[in-house]
């Protein structure tokens, strides 16, 4: 059967080398496509010791837990809930304080507890840890929060409807939660946070004179956790699906690795190759795994469809790694061993159709384009780690 999802491996170089050249634009200059918005955060990389109350906000659910981190490191508790009327057209910021509140009233909450908050949406770091929200993304538009701090309203607005007392927030990125937890496994030259779950992104460290965009914060120095907000990266070699479901999206011209790659948009790709078939509008990449677990219930033609979508979304994740390893290559010339600590349904699922887990597709296609780079004695090995997210936002309040 024909694919036209099929990447050569000259292709994915392409990528991979147009990812690292963005990525380098993006430490440079402020608003261009890869943003690499730098956290101004120094984890401690020597042990953090500490309690801390965690909020993660991600694309459908909201968290709240207390965690505390040192010899051991421990979850009490945690409140969870669905969010997704985030989503509802008129829904307000004051919506979605109260939602967070009602969570958080369900924990035994430490007095003058510091808050570490995953939010899982483009923000800008502001030098006292708290951040600024660039704009929603995942079908959010909640009205005048974009351009505001994140961390500080909504402590004010918790202060007085919850019976917790709160004073420090630190506000990071939940592909800087992953970043941080990865300091967990010890021993690495370098690092990288990723998520490939409902949208996608990578976040790594830089030494901060890499970074001339940040050359006048005198009162910042030492390496620099940087999101990359890579879900934003626009990579050559998309086909005319991709151009089609670009166009039939509320963000047109945005995200679009993140509408190649991600959980969101891989049933929407799928649609766009058989239009005519009145497929389910809501159909997204936990569809496609059913088709491709369970193959005698559908027809052929979209079962392989379906593992090409998903065999191209492991291709392009492992062309951006490989893209980003360039660029910490040329940051730290010794680097020889890298951790990626990855997070994501998507990332660590398994099909039937062909046996595959997409994790094993990653790694195969990465080590081909490292080896094609000249970086085939760079070691790269992914894991993965129970609550990245809560471990690493409580690392960042606690640092």
């Avoid at 020597?46 to 979850?75: H, M, P, Q, W």
């Avoid at 351009?147 to 004073?167: A, H, R, Y």
């Avoid at 479901?245 to 679009?256: L, P, T």
Wanted: charged letters at 20%; hydrophobic letters at 40%.
């Amino acid at each position: 059967m024909n694919n036209q999802f099929a990447l050569t491996t000259s292709q994915l170089l392409d990528i991979a080398r147009n990812l690292r050249q963005k990525v380098e634009t993006g430490l440079r200059e402020d608003g261009t496509e890869i943003k690499c918005l730098p956290t101004y955060i120094h984890p401690n990389k020597d042990g953090i010791k500490g309690e801390a109350t965690v909020f993660d906000l991600g694309g459908t659910n909201f968290r709240a837990a207390i965690v505390s981190v040192g010899e051991e490191t421990k979850i009490t508790g945690i409140a969870e809930k669905d969010i997704t009327e985030m989503k509802t057209s008129g829904f307000t910021e004051e919506d979605l304080y109260n939602s967070q509140a009602q969570t958080i009233n369900q924990l035994n909450l430490p007095k003058n507890s510091p808050i570490g908050y995953c939010f899982s949406y483009p923000a800008k770091s502001l030098i006292n840890g708290d951040a600024e929200l660039i704009t929603w993304t995942k079908g959010v538009n909640i009205a005048d929060m974009a351009g505001q701090p994140i961390g500080e309203p909504l402590v004010e607005f918790l202060n007085k409807n919850t019976n917790g007392s709160f004073n420090k927030i630190a506000v990071v990125n939940d592909t800087i939660t992953s970043l941080f937890a990865g300091l967990m496994n010890p021993g690495y030259d370098a690092y990288i946070g990723l998520i490939v779950g409902t949208g996608t992104n990578m976040a790594t460290f830089f030494p901060s004179e890499y970074i001339p965009k940040i050359k006048d914060l005198a009162s910042w120095s030492g390496e620099t956790p940087v999101n990359l907000e890579s879900g934003n990266f626009n990579p050559p070699h998309l086909t005319p699906l991709d151009e089609e479901v670009d166009a039939n999206s509320d963000n047109k011209g945005f995200q679009r690795f993140e509408k190649a790659i991600s959980g969101m948009y891989l049933g929407r790709v799928f649609r766009a190759a058989f239009p005519h078939d009145g497929l389910d509008i809501n159909l997204d990449a936990a569809g496609l795994s059913r088709m491709m677990n369970n193959p005698e219930e559908y027809k052929l033609e979209y079962v392989e469809t379906a593992f090409q979508i998903y065999e191209r979304s492991a291709k392009l994740v492992a062309a951006s790694i490989a893209g980003l390893v360039l660029n910490l290559n040329s940051a730290y010339p010794s680097v020889k061993k890298i951790q990626v600590l990855a997070e994501g349904s998507l990332f660590w699922s398994k099909v039937k159709a062909h046996d595959t887990k997409y994790v094993d597709m990653v790694n195969a296609c990465l080590n081909e384009l490292l080896a094609e780079c000249g970086l085939g004695d760079t070691k790269v090995d992914i894991s993965r780690i129970e609550n990245a997210n809560l471990i690493g936002a409580a690392m960042s309040v606690l640092s």
